[in-house]
């Protein structure tokens, strides 16, 4: 938990952190080192307001001398990495007892593992154990934000703002919405999910630092009735989110067509019901089509590339090329529990091989910048272009001043082969793919959320 006991070491709640401080400040495209689109100090001193956001940041001698820093004001992480918390852009929370569930593809892999598993979150008890878990295994892993699917059941979403709450993260999430195609006892209706959406939202969005999103689960699983509930509580205000699944397998596009025969594509299901939007995010995307590309654009909506997910379901390769070729906001996605792994780090170490393998099988040269996933590219997507797919780069993503001090300290040499490795780089590039191939849980350091250390790093936080 946060610590705000006197008693407690200065690093609770420091003035300044000092390290080897990087950041992004715009989208670095394919760029090997994109000039202009980051900044890194190697002696750097972040400096945070008392309220927790960001005052000022900067190479240590400057920003000394500029704040009149006192070295007991700051908190000294000298040869390690500071960067921004990540921003997991898709996850569910229920699921990650069920990572590594053997075997299936996605519509057989939700009856046979997760259907059952989300029945138990009927229990607010254990939804408020596993939210515990859950948090906390994220905050390990350095990621401070994160866009997040409940169950159909309103106390698992409470139970997880609860959580979240105590922590003061920054998250989104919302009740899963669900009438039709799925385990009885786990449908709501039209009218039920109506009323539960409204009440949490009336308790939980905006409050603190909680905000909420309305959440079908997909298409096959909300009829008509339900999705044009979905639209009315989307668009009651312009600052809430609309977060669901599209077009990740081919057979679930299959019955979507059966189901919604009249509409153009899997994605225009849900623009003929006003669900494609600012603050709208689909996770997966893997199998678009060109208007379907278009339409993202069009409506400034985002898309969630999940490739641990979308590779441990057989699901397909996110053509990464044409999102970026259309200008697509936006970010990477764990999605425990078909995604493998909490970490960015992995999470961007497969996205870097799927793309990989899309340029091989496209016969493209390395000149085809296009389908570069550069360090500097990852790291934008798990931090600013994660942030601006939320609509959150004023708040968060960067180190701007002004922006919340929610951010991470990296320990490069945190394994024997990550120091041995970091040995032979020669170049900021070089230690950030280093990092995205070969890190893990054991890189992370520390975790500040809005400026305060998290002294659960190392606790036991098991149901």
């Not at 000294?76 to 500071?82: E, I, Y």
């Not at 016969?363 to 500097?376: G, M, N, R, V």
């Amino acid at each position: 938990m946060l610590s705000t006991s006197k008693s407690e070491p200065s690093i609770s709640k420091p003035k300044a952190v000092r390290g080897s401080i990087f950041y992004l400040t715009d989208d670095p495209g394919s760029q090997s080192d994109p000039f202009g689109c980051y900044e890194y100090y190697e002696d750097g001193i972040l400096v945070l307001r008392d309220d927790g956001h960001i005052l000022d940041v900067g190479p240590s001698a400057q920003i000394t001398v500029k704040h009149r820093l006192l070295a007991n004001e700051i908190a000294d992480f000298s040869g390690r990495l500071v960067i921004p918390g990540f921003i997991d852009t898709h996850i569910h929370y229920p699921q990650a007892e069920i990572i590594a569930a053997y075997g299936e593809q996605l519509v057989h892999w939700l009856e046979k593992y997760a259907y059952p598993t989300e029945s138990r979150f009927a229990d607010r008890s254990y939804a408020q154990a596993v939210s515990r878990f859950f948090l906390h295994e994220l905050l390990r892993n350095g990621t401070t934000t994160a866009l997040i699917f409940g169950s159909v059941h309103r106390s698992s979403i409470d139970a997880l703002f609860r959580e979240a709450e105590k922590l003061n993260l920054r998250i989104i999430g919302g009740k899963v919405m669900m009438d039709r195609n799925a385990p009885e006892h786990l449908l709501d209706t039209a009218e039920t999910t109506n009323a539960d959406n409204e009440a949490l939202i009336a308790t939980w969005h905006n409050k603190g630092r909680i905000q909420y999103a309305i959440t079908p689960r997909f298409a096959i699983t909300s009829s008509p009735a339900q999705l044009i509930v979905a639209a009315k509580l989307y668009h009651a205000r312009d600052d809430l989110y609309l977060h669901t699944h599209v077009a990740e397998n081919l057979n679930e596009i299959a019955l979507t067509q059966q189901l919604y025969p009249s509409a153009k594509s899997y994605l225009h299901v849900y623009d003929d019901f006003g669900l494609v939007g600012s603050r709208s995010l689909f996770a997966h995307g893997i199998h678009l089509t060109d208007d379907d590309f278009g339409l993202l654009a069009e409506k400034q909506a985002a898309l969630s590339f999940c490739p641990t997910s979308n590779l441990f379901l057989g699901s397909g390769l996110f053509n990464f090329s044409k999102a970026c070729k259309k200008n697509i906001l936006l970010g990477i996605g764990t999605d425990i529990g078909a995604g493998t792994s909490f970490s960015m780090f992995q999470t961007m170490n497969e996205a870097y091989k799927v793309v990989q393998l899309q340029r091989s099988s496209h016969h493209q040269t390395q000149t085809d910048s296009e389908t570069h996933l550069t360090p500097f590219k990852a790291f934008y997507l798990a931090t600013l272009g994660a942030a601006r797919a939320l609509y959150l780069d004023n708040m968060l993503g960067s180190f701007q001043p002004g922006k919340e001090g929610d951010f991470i300290i990296l320990n490069l040499e945190a394994t024997p082969l990550l120091k041995f490795r970091m040995l032979h780089t020669q170049s900021l590039s070089e230690r950030l793919f280093v990092l995205m191939m070969l890190a893990d849980d054991r890189v992370v350091d520390a975790v500040y959320i809005m400026g305060r250390y998290w002294y659960g790093h190392s606790a036991d936080a098991a149901i």
